[in-house]
């Protein structure tokens, strides 16, 4: 599975730009190797891979080719979390997310030390979801239209290797089976939206999900 250029209306103005690589086993019914490359920042490339012990393991290279292992950041409150969504289309995503009264007053709602902490951020289809591995945001959401399997799971993989949680609207964790199973699949999975929630934690997940004013999840086959 290979997207070559995502967010490229902003690629073409130099701000940002993801290559997405997944490598899917049928056989296992599981990714087995998944790359995002970030073309223009330091911190390059997000990599997992299960390794021959059966163990998925993520990975973070920069520029320099230094490597560190992916964690997502300390449990956090959601009140004390940076949360992201992919709000850049005003109709589509921005009036939705701004609906979202009861996710905006929690992140308002002050820390222990009484200081205002929660922010709301934009991010991008599986970089989106990197981030939550590498520990620079604490969750991505995904509520309106849902991302399509390209966009989603090469950072899926990632996010579970690095010990992460992607959950639907229910709260059930999203299997890694993307029922590739047969021309006929990938197809259906090629016009399939997922929405979701990955957080770093499967508590700010729940958190997350009981603040949303949303329709819970209903499975369309395709994801």
């Known amino acids: 599975l290979v997207d070559p250029l995502d967010t490229s209306e902003l ?14 086993s049928r056989a296992l019914a599981r990714p087995v190797v998944s790359v995002v490359g970030d073309i223009f920042h330091h911190l390059q490339l997000y990599v997992a891979a299960r390794g021959d012990d059966g163990t998925d393991r993520a990975h973070l290279v920069t520029a320099d080719s230094e490597c560190y292992p992916l964690r997502p950041a300390p449990p956090a409150a959601l009140p004390e979390s940076l949360i992201t969504s992919y709000l850049m289309r005003p109709v589509d995503r921005f009036v939705p997310l701004a609906r979202q009264e009861r996710l905006i007053q929690a992140l308002g709602e002050p820390a222990a030390d009484g200081r205002n902490r929660g922010r709301i951020g934009v991010d991008f289809g599986s970089i989106g979801l990197c ?5 620079l945001t604490d969750a991505m959401i995904e509520f309106a239209k849902g991302f399509a399997i390209w966009d989603l799971a090469p950072g899926h993989y990632i ?7 992607v959950v639907d609207l229910n709260g059930a964790p999203l299997p890694l089976d993307y029922r590739l199973d047969s021309v006929p699949d990938i197809a259906r999975a090629m016009n399939g939206r997922q929405k979701f929630v990955a957080a770093s934690s499967a508590a700010l ?10 329709q ?3 499975p369309d086959g395709n994801c």
């Open 11 to 24: 690629a073409v103005r130099g701000l940002h730009g993801y290559t997405h690589v997944l490598v899917y």
């Open 159 to 165: 996010l579970h290797a690095a010990g992460g949680v």
């Open 205 to 214: 997940a729940r958190e997350l999900l009981a603040t949303l004013d949303v």
């Open 216 to 218: 819970p999840s209903v």
């Open 131 to 135: 981030h939550v591995a590498a520990g």
